[in-house]
């Protein structure tokens, strides 16, 4: 097991990009663990790494996870880019882990699905081993922005990536999906314009099929056991609400538990990068999910 490292929370945060956020007060210490390998990986540049912070628990206690799937349109973004979660999850009790996931440019010829893939094999490593970390294995809650909440989202309602590893998708005790209009990609890519449309392709490719198949829409059927949602949307842009609320709306058909909640004066940006600010309405919601009995 890789040695934790025990360092101010003020040495792990990124710089926050919006100029409006003020920095967080670092309070005390995060025992942190960096770049742990969830595959066998091939170079010491791979991806497939995770990072996991949490603190001092008392002996034989175990806290929640939640999962971090970065965003970055399938081809950039880095799990180091967590902001204030980490800091905010820990003092509410959680263990939070970031994950990282191949990208566009290292797949063959597109992302899908070997980002999927890769969350599903996170999800299986942490299954077997978090509780060497204080993490609660059976208590693993999915949390992703932008393209990270496609991915959450697919892998929760789509089963048969954790099938691969012996799990179902009652692995998941629940999905926090923020800000993404990719719940139906074919809807999507084709109500695009170029030069947008070329994201979508890139990240998986130019076959109806496959967006059909990489669409968490698609997926979504009664008795599957997939896991409470809760949707969080910046608002602001029809296309984005409209794939949002539809997505709502067939998790309801389905017997999901499912909350939307819109904040129209986040941008897609902030509603993340703020997490855990005070008075911040997304983070409020998301601890009243998180928190449900």
């Not at 025990?6 to 025992?31: H, N, Q």
């Not at 990072?51 to 034989?60: A, N």
């Amino acid at each position: 097991m890789p040695t934790p490292r025990r360092l101010p929370f003020r040495a792990l945060t990124p710089l926050v990009l919006f100029a409006s956020v003020p920095a967080l007060r670092a309070e005390g210490d995060l025992r942190v663990v960096l770049d742990v390998p969830y595959v066998q990986v091939a170079t010491d540049n791979d991806h497939r790494t995770l990072d996991i912070y949490t603190d001092e628990l008392e002996e034989g206690k175990r806290r929640p996870v939640v999962v971090f799937i970065h965003g970055g349109g399938w081809y950039a973004g880095e799990k180091e880019r967590v902001h204030g979660k980490p800091d905010w999850l820990v003092a509410e009790g959680f263990a939070f882990v970031s994950v990282g996931y191949r990208l566009t440019a290292e797949g063959d010829r597109s992302a899908h699905p070997n980002n999927v893939a890769d969350i599903a094999a996170a999800i299986a490593w942490l299954r077997a081993h978090v509780a060497d970390y204080g993490g609660d294995p059976e208590s693993l809650y999915l949390m992703g922005h932008s393209s990270g909440a496609h991915l959450a989202a697919l892998v929760a309602t789509d089963g048969r990536y954790l099938d691969t590893h012996g799990l179902s998708l009652a692995a998941l005790s629940g999905v926090v999906a923020i800000d993404t209009d990719a719940y139906d990609l074919e809807r999507l890519i084709r109500a695009v314009e170029p030069p947008d449309r070329e994201l979508y392709l890139a990240a998986f490719g130019r076959h109806p099929v496959t967006w059909r198949d990489a669409s968490p829409m698609t997926h979504v059927r009664p008795g599957k056991a997939i896991p409470p949602f809760l949707l969080l949307d910046a608002g602001g842009h029809p296309r984005k609400v409209a794939q949002v609320e539809a997505f709502e709306r067939r998790l309801e058909a389905a017997g999901v538990p499912v909350t939307l909640e819109i904040f129209p004066h986040e941008t897609h940006g902030s509603i993340s990068a703020r997490m855990g600010r005070r008075g911040h309405g997304p983070s409020k919601a998301v601890l009243r999910f998180l928190k449900l009995p």
